[in-house]
Structures are given as structure tokens and as C-alpha cells.
């Protein structure tokens, strides 16, 4: 496949050198791509450096990961409002090792490819540079005139916040990132977003300068909603790829949740169904935007890829559970531990195991759990046909609530009107 031509139908492509396209056709090229590491996982707005790497792959180039030890020590300035909070050392070190096993979840490592995938990071390069050392062979050769001119740069220097000499230095940080794994690695492209063109530049310049060799480069546009706010922001916060830090439940809902402009841009972008079945799945949504065939097609490819079909399935039953859609059967297929993370979010109760020895009419269990302020209240919205148990709606206020009304023997999930989720459980 002709990665360029495959990303350019997707919007995927915005800056690219001259002879970019060329030198992918002429043979195996290997490309990089840099992730900050300010926390220990990713989020959804690393997806589109992820996705560019996974294409890249698939096209039968070799992708380099650069997670950026001695850049996130540093903070990139780029078309920030202000400067970034530097991290020690151990945070560095565990957020790495982090964001690796995530990445290797999505790329092949396997060394007997040609193209397989590697990790890179640069601190282990720079940790024994001097400073003296890089002004005198590197610095040298970059002026301070066109460090200046950078857009990124800029915005910063005409702010009333200005720029710190170590944010400043960070293009040429990164521009030797490039020139390091031209020389360690038979780099010769770089990728990433639009923002990062002018670091990008300063790299393709050093290979040029330093090197005497020739380096090429391509950005993708930075995604934003159809409203122009920020892709990958959620109201509770960022959309991370850890299961652990954003269910797969939760990481579903966000894409399904798409505006209709929004949801033909990131199928394109995030996922890598084929133009024709994309072209046909929009033709077909647009007839009836109602059904949201678009979305739910969306949320399916992302969750799978990010989470494996085992976290879309989980997403799935999920779903069903809190849209009153779960059979008996699907809730108790989850452990207990599985059912209080599916079930972020959801109010829960604590009772003592105890009050079931007996048994217990549904209408004082109701009460007592606090789900209802009194028995008159929850009585009246039984009758109401308002209450429902592990997914069946009560249908009289006779039920006693048993051990055997449990979930895997410790829970038993309320919902109260079309909305409200309430898990109870038995210590």
C-alpha cells in the first residue's frame, strides 16, 4: 500500500517535505514518532501518533516509538499557554516502562520481521552529553534567528508568560533526537502532529548539517470536535487506554457519544476499515442519522483495537446493564471484581451478609439499604412498576430478598426509573 496516498483519502496529512512520498516508495523506511511521558498511560489524543506508526507498519515500514525520558525532563513549549511541570526521575521511569507495554499491544515487536517495531528513548542518549558538549557540536550549527522564527516559538515570546531558556532548547533537543537515530538507526522520516512541524524541521536541518544526509518528514492535523474544542476530553477529564483508568465501558461510550461531523472524521482517522466500506457506511447513517450505524461501527473498531474483542464485549454487556438490557444471565457472567469495575460510577451500599440468613421482604431491604428513604416511598415505586432487580422489573412488593437474589453470591443491582443504579453489597 502507498502509505502516503492511503493516509492523504483519511485527512491524515498536512505538512510533507518534498521526496517524502518518494523515499517511501524506493524502499523500507524507518520512521519515527515521539510520545510525552507526563503520565504512566496514553490517552486517546496519542491515538493519531499510534495510528500513523500502525500504518506505517502496514505498509511495510519499520516504526520507531520515541518516548521522550530527557525531552519529558525538559517539557515541549509547543503552542503552550505555559510551562510544563518537569518530573524526577522515578516518575520518568515508571511512566515509560508504562506507555511500553501499552504500545506493544498495538505494534509488532517481534525481531525476526524486517519491519518490526522498536522502542526508543532518549535519555538514554543524552544522560551522557554534557551541556558543553552540545553547544559546541550541536548548537553550533542551529542560530538563534531561526530557532526564533518558529510559529511555536512565536506565540510564546509575543504572551505574557515568555519562555524559559530550557523550553526554548528544546527543538534543538528534539531536532538531535532525529540526527541520533539517523545515524543509531537508519531513521530517515519523522512523523507527528502539526504542531510539531517546526521541531520536526529543526531535526530534518541537523540531519542536513550535522550529517550531510537527507531526512524527511509529515505531520498529520491536529483533530478537534466539530465546536473546535479539544479532541479527547471528556467532562470527567482525559479518555486514557488503561482499562484501569477508563473502563472499556466508559472508552465505548465516548466514541459512541460522536457528533455526526465528528464521527465521519474519526472513523477515517481511527479506524482502518477500507474508503468504499467507510463511504458506504456513512451514506448509509446519513439516511438515518437515528439509528447511529456510524457511531456504533466507530466505537466497536476503536474499543476492539485499543481494549481486544474481550473489552468490547465487556463494553457491550455493560451497556446492557445500564440501559435495563442484561439478562440474568449476561450480569452473572461477570466475577464480582469485574462487576464493580464494569460498574464504575454507580452508586453503591454495603450490608451485612447477616440480614439475609432469613430473608428479607424487598420493600425494608430497600429502606434499610438507604436506596428509598422510607417502605411507604419504595412500596409506592414498586407498584409504580418503577424498581427493578438484577434486570427484571418487581412486579409486586411480596419478593423477599435472599442468598439467592445475589450475584456471585455477594451482590444485587437496583434500578430505580430509567436511570438510577444502585449495587448492593454483602459484607
Not at 483508568?245 to 461510550?253: L, S
Amino acid at each position: 500500500m502507498n502509505l502516503i496516498s492511503e493516509l492523504r483519502w483519511r485527512g491524515m496529512i498536512q505538512d510533507i517535505k518534498p521526496g517524502t512520498e518518494e523515499q517511501l516508495e524506493k524502499e523500507m523506511t524507518t520512521a519515527y514518532v515521539g510520545f510525552d511521558p507526563t503520565a504512566d498511560s496514553l490517552h486517546v489524543g496519542n491515538l493519531v501518533p499510534i495510528m500513523l506508526l500502525k500504518h506505517l507498519q502496514r505498509a511495510g515500514h519499520k516504526p520507531l516509538a520515541l518516548v521522550g525520558g530527557a525531552t519529558g525532563m525538559v517539557g515541549d513549549p509547543s503552542f503552550k499557554a505555559e510551562e510544563r511541570k518537569m518530573l524526577d526521575l522515578d516518575t520518568l521511569a515508571h511512566n515509560l516502562r508504562s506507555i511500553q507495554a501499552q504500545l506493544e499491544k498495538y505494534l509488532d515487536f517481534d525481531p525476526s520481521k524486517p519491519n518490526y517495531a522498536e522502542m526508543v528513548n532518549n535519555y538514554d542518549w543524552f544522560k551522557n552529553i554534557t551541556f558543553l558538549d552540545f553547544i559546541r557540536d550541536v548548537g553550533k550549527h542551529i542560530t538563534v534567528n531561526y530557532m526564533m522564527a518558529k510559529d511555536s516559538v512565536k506565540k510564546r515570546l509575543d504572551g505574557d508568560s515568555g519562555m524559559s531558556f530550557t523550553e526554548f532548547s528544546y527543538q534543538m533537543i528534539q531536532g538531535y533526537d532525529f540526527y541520533h537515530l539517523y545515524n543509531q538507526k537508519n531513521c530517515k522520516m519523522q512523523m507527528g502532529g502539526s504542531d510539531q512541524w517546526g521541531n520536526i524541521v529543526t531535526g530534518t536541518e541537523l540531519v542536513r548539517r550535522l550529517g550531510g544526509g537527507e531526512a524527511y518528514a509529515f505531520t498529520c492535523p491536529l483533530i478537534k470536535k466539530k465546536d473546535g474544542t479539544k479532541f479527547g476530553k471528556s467532562e470527567s477529564g482525559n479518555i486514557w487506554l488503561d482499562a484501569n483508568k477508563t473502563t472499556p465501558y466508559q472508552f465505548y461510550q465516548f466514541w459512541l457519544n460522536a457528533d455526526d461531523d465528528d464521527a465521519e472524521n474519526y472513523i477515517r482517522i481511527f479506524t482502518f476499515l477500507e474508503e468504499a466500506v467507510i463511504n458506504n457506511l456513512i451514506a448509509e447513517h446519513r439516511e438515518d442519522a437515528g439509528k447511529r450505524l456510524l457511531q456504533k461501527k466507530l466505537a466497536q473498531e476503536v474499543t476492539t483495537f485499543i481494549h481486544g474483542a474481550e473489552g468490547y464485549e465487556k463494553a457491550i454487556k455493560t451497556s446492557e446493564i445500564l440501559f435495563g438490557k442484561a439478562s440474568i444471565e449476561t450480569l452473572r457472567s461477570f466475577s464480582e471484581e469485574e462487576l464493580i469495575n464494569v460498574l464504575t460510577g454507580v452508586l453503591q451500599y454495603e450490608m451485612p451478609a447477616t440480614s439475609l440468613t432469613e430473608g428479607k421482604d424487598v420493600v425494608t431491604f430497600l429502606a434499610e439499604a438507604g436506596i428509598f428513604p422510607s417502605k411507604g416511598e419504595a412500596r409506592k415505586t414498586i407498584q409504580g412498576g418503577g424498581v427493578s432487580l438484577n434486570g427484571s422489573k418487581l412486579t409486586g412488593v411480596d419478593l423477599i430478598i435472599d442468598e439467592s437474589s445475589l450475584l456471585n453470591g455477594k451482590s444485587i443491582l437496583f434500578q430505580k426509573g430509567k436511570k438510577n443504579y444502585y449495587l448492593v453489597r454483602m459484607v
